[in-house]
T-cell receptor, first 114, second 114 residues
Framework: DTAVSQTPKYLVTQMGNDKSIKCEQNLGHDTMYWYKQDSKKFLKIMFSYNNKELIINETVPNRFSPKSPDKAHLNLHINSLELGDSAVYFC?????????????FGPGTRLLVL | AQSVTQLDSQVPVFEEAPVELRCNYSSSVSVYLFWYVQYPNQGLQLLLKYLSGSTLVKGINGFEAEFNKSQTSFHLRKPSVHISDTAEYFCAVSDGTGGFKTIFGAGTRLFVKA
């Protein structure tokens, strides 16, 4: 059973396109996150939702819009893709939004913008 | 503000040798500290975490880390590494000053050679 799953695993697209990445967790967790990992492996938080409420909203271009239809799902929509958006995007979840909580990561979505 | 510095970007080591991956953090308040591992083409998974109590924390796969408040360090150690330990290792800190955020270090690539 996959705890945190992401689709698609790979995404290759042209500049200017709009794309979405989906994330689902079956752990019964309340909190979900989106991270961006660049080519140097640096991992940066983008957004976090707790029970469908946005609790972390980092300085991210407004072309990125998260959406949480329920607490088991967190999607990421990206408008007008740019070359610099190429990265690996990780979804994660934790039992609740506590700073001591372990985060469980998905396998990542590798986005390449051409 | 909280921050994490991983002092080595790459650590090559021979199989069955001991290894130490260094991590220093910056925070003016009490912290929670984590080590995560990322195997190739996978998401991150927790190795161990320090919340309170004993400063020596044991994790999975034979890893342990020691919290040193005076030196603001949380170094990761393993007495004898295996080829399968080859991965990227991330130190992370959460102290509440960033809300619910966990801040990750830049990662250390452990490469175990036969």
């Amino acid at each position: 059973d996959t705890a945190v799953s992401q689709t698609p695993k790979y995404l290759v697209t042209q500049m200017g396109n709009d794309k979405s990445i989906k994330c689902e967790q079956n752990l019964g967790h309340d909190t979900m996150y989106w991270y961006k990992q660049d080519s140097k492996k640096f991992l940066k938080i983008m957004f976090s939702y707790n029970n469908k409420e946005l609790i972390i909203n980092e300085t991210v271009p407004n072309r990125f819009s998260p959406k949480s239809p329920d607490k088991a799902h967190l999607n990421l929509h990206i408008n007008s893709l740019e070359l610099g958006d190429s990265a690996v995007y990780f979804c994660a979840s934790s039992l609740y939004a506590g700073r001591e909580e372990t985060q469980y990561f998905g396998p990542g979505t590798r986005l390449l913008v051409l | 503000a909280q921050s994490v510095t991983q002092l080595d970007s790459q650590v090559p080591v021979f199989e069955e040798a001991p290894v130490e991956l260094r991590c220093n953090y910056s925070s003016s308040v009490s912290v929670y500290l984590f080590w995560y591992v990322q195997y190739p083409n996978q998401g991150l998974q927790l190795l161990l975490k320090y919340l309170s109590g004993s400063t020596l924390v044991k994790g999975i796969n034979g890893f342990e880390a020691e919290f040193n408040k005076s030196q603001t360090s949380f170094h990761l150690r393993k007495p004898s590494v295996h080829i399968s330990d080859t991965a990227e290792y991330f130190c992370a800190v959460s102290d509440g000053t960033g809300g619910f955020k966990t801040i990750f270090g830049a990662g250390t690539r452990l490469f175990v050679k036969a």
